[in-house]
C-alpha cells in the first residue's frame, strides 16, 4: 500500500498563487508516475498535471503556463505550483500515484479561487 498525504490549498484571490505538496510513504518502491487531478462537484474527476520518475511532465491546456509540476525522487514528494489561479480552478485536488498499474490516492484538499 502507498499513503498520500496533502497539504496546501486554501482561499485565495484571482491572480494569486498557491502550493499544494503530497508526500508518498509506505510500499513506494516502483512508484511511476505521480500527478495532481481535480474534481468540481458534479463532474468528473480530471488530470491536472503529472510527471514521470524520468521527470517528463505532462499538463492539461487550462493550466499550461500557469501550473509547474515537480517532484523528489528521495523524499517522494510530488508538488504543484500554481499561479495566475483563476474562479475556474476552484475544485477538490487530489495527489495520485501510480505503482505496478495500480492507482492509489490522497484524500484530496479544496482550492478555492474568489473573483
Known amino acids: 500500500q502507498v499513503q498520500l498525504v496533502e497539504s496546501g490549498g486554501g482561499l485565495v484571490q484571482a491572480g494569486g498563487s498557491l502550493r499544494l505538496s503530497c508526500a508518498a510513504s509506505?510500499?513506494?518502491?516502483?512508484?511511476?508516475?505521480m500527478g495532481w487531478y481535480r474534481q468540481i462537484p458534479g463532474k468528473q474527476r480530471e488530470l491536472v498535471a503529472s510527471?514521470?520518475?524520468?521527470?517528463?511532465?505532462n499538463y492539461v491546456d487550462s493550466v499550461k503556463g500557469r501550473f509547474t509540476i515537480s517532484r523528489d525522487n528521495a523524499k517522494n514528494t510530488v508538488t504543484l505550483q500554481m499561479n495566475s489561479l483563476k474562479p475556474e480552478d476552484t475544485a477538490v485536488y487530489y495527489c495520485?500515484?501510480?505503482?505496478?498499474?495500480?492507482?492509489?490516492w490522497g484524500k484530496g484538499t479544496l482550492v478555492t479561487v474568489s473573483s
Open positions: 510527471i514521470t520518475s524520468g521527470l517528463s511532465r
Open positions: 495520485n500515484v501510480k505503482r505496478y498499474a495500480m492507482d492509489y
Open positions: 509506505g510500499n513506494i518502491f516502483g512508484v511511476d508516475v
